[in-house]
């Protein structure tokens, strides 16, 4: 079973940064894409960014491209993203995700391809 534990959340004004992290419990993750999501209230859950197993292929929301960097260090089976230049309706539950398939190159960022998911950090952007 994989479990995955997001970090890094927190309350942050306008323009501030913060680095979430994924953390695996296991050395399969390093094999998967992963990817990050957000839920804000009353709002769908939405794709960020996603990245390859190997780390070389990134997508990125329209949203948060140029100010959001996704990456990972394999070693330690965990997954950052570097959230820059935050603004107010960047104010979401934060979550990382598996891809269902090993060594895929996602083309797209499509929940549906994500199987094993954390439980959620809270980013809050007041102005």
């Not at 501030?16 to 769908?44: H, I, N």
């Not at 070693?75 to 090993?102: F, G, H, I, W």
């Not at 549906?112 to 954390?118: A, F, L, P, V």
């Amino acid at each position: 079973q994989v479990q995955l534990v997001e970090s890094g959340g927190g309350l942050v004004q306008v323009g501030g940064s913060l680095r979430l992290s994924c953390a695996a419990s296991a050395r399969t993750v390093s094999d998967y894409a992963m990817g990050w999501f957000r839920q804000a209230p009353g709002k769908e859950r939405e794709s960020v960014a996603v990245i390859s197993w190997s780390g070389l292929t990134t997508h990125y929301a329209d949203s948060v491209k140029g100010r959001f960097t996704i990456s990972r260090d394999n070693a330690k089976n965990t997954v950052y993203l570097q959230m820059n230049s935050l603004k107010p309706e960047d104010t979401a539950v934060y979550y990382c995700a598996r891809n269902s398939r090993p060594r895929t190159v996602p083309t797209r960022m499509r929940m549906s391809e994500y199987d094993y998911w954390g439980q959620g950090t809270q980013v809050t952007v007041s102005s």
